[in-house]
Structure formats: structure tokens, C-alpha cells
């Protein structure tokens, strides 16, 4: 039973773990919104060049197909989300790393 327990504690853990830090990607996003809205439009379209530039090497064509295909799902500001998430992530490790446990 005890084992149970553990094993359901850290799975509870890890998901809240990931639920903040969905939720403080979304108040990043947001800040940064207010902050200057114009950083976002920035990020996005820095994202499409970055994926542009990937897709250069694929056969010819496949890069516009592939910006297009972005602007039109909205991937691009999708990314924005997941790098959000990754931020505070980082953030919150960065914050926690001094009380973790040691392990042996």
C-alpha cells in the first residue's frame, strides 16, 4: 500500500509540476503582452524564420509550403506557448534546485 501511495504522490507531483507550469507560461505570455505586444509578433515570426530556414534543406518548395502551412494552423503562435512552458519550467527548477533532496 505504501508503495501505491508513492507512486501515485509522484505522478500527482509531476503533473502538478507540469500544470504550473502551463499556467505561468500563460502569465508569461500575457506580461509580455502587456509589456509590448510587438515581442510577441517578434517571437512568432523569428519562429517561421527558424523553420523556414530547417526546411531550406528539405526539396525545393517545401519551405513556403511549410510557412504557409504554419501561419494558417497557427503553429507559430503555438510555439510561443511551448516556449513559455519550457521558460518556466527552467524558472521553477532554477527556484527549487537548492531544496532538493540529496539522493544516495
Not at 19 to 28: D, E, I, M, S
Not at 57 to 67: N, V, Y
Amino acid at each position: 500500500m505504501r508503495r501505491q501511495a508513492a507512486f501515485v504522490a509522484r505522478w500527482a507531483g509531476r503533473g502538478l509540476f507540469k500544470a504550473t507550469a502551463l499556467v505561468a507560461a500563460f502569465v508569461l505570455i500575457v506580461a509580455a503582452w502587456l509589456w509590448d505586444a510587438s515581442l510577441l509578433t517578434a517571437a512568432a515570426d523569428e519562429n517561421l524564420r527558424l523553420i523556414k530556414a530547417v526546411t531550406q534543406q528539405l526539396p525545393p518548395d517545401w519551405a513556403s509550403k511549410t510557412e504557409s502551412a504554419m501561419r494558417i494552423f497557427g503553429a507559430d503562435r503555438a510555439l510561443l506557448l511551448s516556449e513559455g512552458v519550457a521558460v518556466a519550467k527552467l524558472v521553477m527548477l532554477a527556484l527549487a534546485y537548492p531544496f532538493r533532496r540529496q539522493r544516495r
